[in-house]
């Protein structure tokens, strides 16, 4: 078996396992005390098991769109890494990113992520062999590929939107000015 149909049902088993993880919570939060303490995972059931019920189409979709989107991240990740002579598999190049992702969301960090990101995949890659040097411009390039598309499209729908960030920050201003000429009165 060739490393990219083992990435493809590596992906397919993957997504099985999330599904049933959420189908299991989903269905067991109804006699599960510990889920309904937990208000967030109480309100994510109730979310699954009312798009289980009502629409099982959308949920399907977004299941499969969602697999989709990792696999192309992967890909994405692991085409970069061949771009800069590094050394590592489909299947090492999306852990890696998936990795870097999730460590680098869950840190407080600057805004986009800077140097959190980087950091946080050369973590990543030293545990595949992959040295901080060998690693350092794979982490640049890929941040900058994985953030400044969305960036740059939201950018221009939320404007076409009419949301703008001068639009908040002038709500932001009015809303200061109002406590504070209501506190100081």
């Known amino acids: 078996m060739n490393s990219f149909t083992l990435y493809v ?11 049933g993880l959420v189908r299991l919570l989903a269905w067991g939060s109804t006699g599960m005390r510990a889920i309904r303490r937990i208000p967030a ?41 061949l771009a800069v002579n590094l050394d590592i598999s489909l299947m090492t190049a999306t852990l890696v990113i998936m990795g870097t992702i999730f460590f680098a969301t869950v840190v407080p960090a600057a805004p986009s992520e800077t140097g959190t990101f980087e950091f946080a995949m050369l973590q990543v890659l030293e545990i595949f062999g992959v040295s901080r040097q060998a690693g350092f411009g794979f982490a640049i390039i890929a941040h900058t590929v994985f953030f400044l598309p969305p960036t740059i499209m939201a950018s221009v729908f939320l404007s076409r939107e009419g949301l703008t960030m001068t639009d908040r920050l002038r709500d ?14």
Do not use: C, K
């Not at 049902?9 to 599904?19: K, N, P, T």
């Not at 932001?172 to 009165?185: E, F, M």
């Open 41 to 81: 995972l109480a309100a994510f059931a109730d979310a699954v098991r009312e798009l289980e019920q009502q629409q099982r189409l959308r949920l399907a979709l977004s299941r499969a769109l969602s697999a989709l989107s990792w696999l192309l991240v992967g890909i994405a990740a692991w085409i970069i890494a």
């Open 172 to 185: 932001i201003i009015v809303d200061r000015r109002t406590q504070n000429s209501a506190g100081s009165a």
């Open 9 to 19: 049902w590596g992906a397919v088993g993957f997504m099985i396992v999330s599904v």
